[in-house]
């Protein structure tokens, strides 16, 4: 399965982007796993954001966005969406659209190829 990601940028503290990720393919690669979004910012080990469950009745998210990111999805769209609001300089990231992820492992089952999110002060 392919995973493309967009709507990163740069944007002022305070400010919001919404990140849209599709799969391609058939509904059932996408309907049927989890999905979520990891971010590694330059020096720091990639971290887990948030994740979603099949039909998005069920999110988690890390400490670090709870409040300020929404994860959502579309299975008619084959389409995960991260809203994130109230962007602080230490988002800064490239963010990675994944499907399957394991967030005590650190891991997940396929990547896309990344959207850079950048906020400054």
């Known amino acids: 399965v392919q995973l493309q990601a967009s709507g990163g940028g740069l944007v002022q503290a305070g400010g919001s982007l919404r990140l849209t990720c599709t799969a391609s393919?058939?509904?059932?690669?996408?309907?049927?796993?989890?999905m979520g979004w990891f971010r590694q910012a330059p020096g720091k080990e990639r971290e887990f954001v948030a994740s979603?469950?099949?039909?998005?009745?069920?999110?988690d998210y890390a400490d670090s966005v709870k409040g300020r990111f929404t994860i959502s999805r579309d299975n008619r769209k084959n389409t995960v969406y991260l809203q994130m609001n109230s962007l602080k300089p230490e988002d800064t990231a490239l963010y990675y659209c994944?499907?399957?992820?394991?967030?005590?492992?650190?891991?997940?089952?396929?990547w896309g190829q990344g959207t850079q999110v950048t906020v400054s002060s």
């Open positions: 994944v499907r399957d992820p394991d967030k005590n492992e650190n891991w997940a089952r396929n």
């Open positions: 979603i469950n099949y039909n998005g009745g069920r999110d």
């Open positions: 393919g058939s509904r059932e690669i996408f309907e049927g796993y989890y």
